[in-house]
């Protein structure tokens, strides 16, 4: 089984940072993109960003310039940074992976649990 885990999340007033954290352990032959998305209240999940193995990012227009995804890959993990962050940057925000378990079998895609995020003052 392949567990997310992320961490890093709370409260924090408008202009503030955080840095959320995701794991990935388990049976994992390797991990192709990672990502970021999230979901606020009576809103569908959007994508925040994305990250491939070899480091290649790409971020939602609402976040560039604020937040930036990078990732170890010797840690199997995956971190978002968020500056100046905004009221309506509140929502949970959940990790994504997509999983290869075994090297003959597609790779598969896992989230966490999701973290909340809440920007007020």
């Known amino acids: 089984q392949v567990q997310l885990v992320e961490s890093g999340g709370g409260l924090v007033q408008p202009g503030g940072s955080l840095r959320l954290s995701c794991a990935a352990s388990?049976?994992?032959?390797?991990?192709?993109?990672m990502g970021w998305y999230r979901q606020a209240p009576g809103k569908q999940r959007e994508v925040v960003g994305t990250?491939?193995?070899?480091?290649?990012?790409n971020s939602a227009d609402s976040v560039k310039g604020r937040f930036t995804i990078s990732r170890d890959n010797a840690k199997n993990t995956v971190y978002l940074q968020m500056n100046s962050l905004k009221p309506e940057d509140t929502a949970v925000y959940y990790c994504n992976a997509e999983v290869v378990v075994k090297f003959w079998e597609d790779p598969k895609d896992y989230w966490g649990q999701g973290t909340q995020v809440t920007v007020s003052s």
């Open positions: 388990g049976s994992i032959f390797s991990i192709n993109t």
């Open positions: 990250i491939t193995r070899q480091g290649r990012s």
